[in-house]
């Protein structure tokens, strides 16, 4: 195997590419949970007399639930500055998901700055209680 063994058993660990490889991983695993609660609530209200009106309210909160579930798996992988590496993870994650919206006419880039400090301290917070369980 490549890398170097840890101090604490036989897991490798990778080059100085293994907290990206890490950021990766809670990105796409907040990705995906994206993605898991939009299929799930359309389904909901293809199926059912759902107002409308709860759309941007469950989107939202599917989206804080990814992003922690993101960071905090991100915090809980590593050994160090898991809040650094889960605020870079929220960061990426509303960085994407501005990207995304933009092609869809909206606009999403309207204080962008703001959804991307509360990406970032949102992502920290994760990481922070990840390492810290």
Excluded: Q
Aim: glycine residues 12%; hydrophobic residues 55%.
């Amino acid at each position: 195997m490549k890398g170097t063994a840890t101090s604490t058993g036989n897991t490798p660990m990778l080059s100085s590419c293994a907290p990206l490889f890490l950021i990766i991983k809670g990105l796409a695993l907040a990705l995906f949970l994206s993605l898991a609660i939009i299929i799930v609530l359309t389904a909901v209200m293809y199926w059912t007399d759902v107002s409308e009106k709860l759309v941007p309210y469950v989107i939202v909160a599917g989206s804080l639930t990814s992003l922690m579930a993101g960071s905090f798996f991100v915090g809980r992988k590593t050994t160090e500055k898991g809040w650094l590496k889960g605020g870079l993870t929220g960061l990426l994650y509303v960085v994407i998901l501005l990207i995304f919206a933009s092609f869809t006419g909206d606009a999403a880039w309207h204080n962008c700055f703001t959804k991307m400090f509360l990406g970032f301290s949102l992502g920290a917070l994760g990481g922070i209680i990840g390492i810290n369980t």
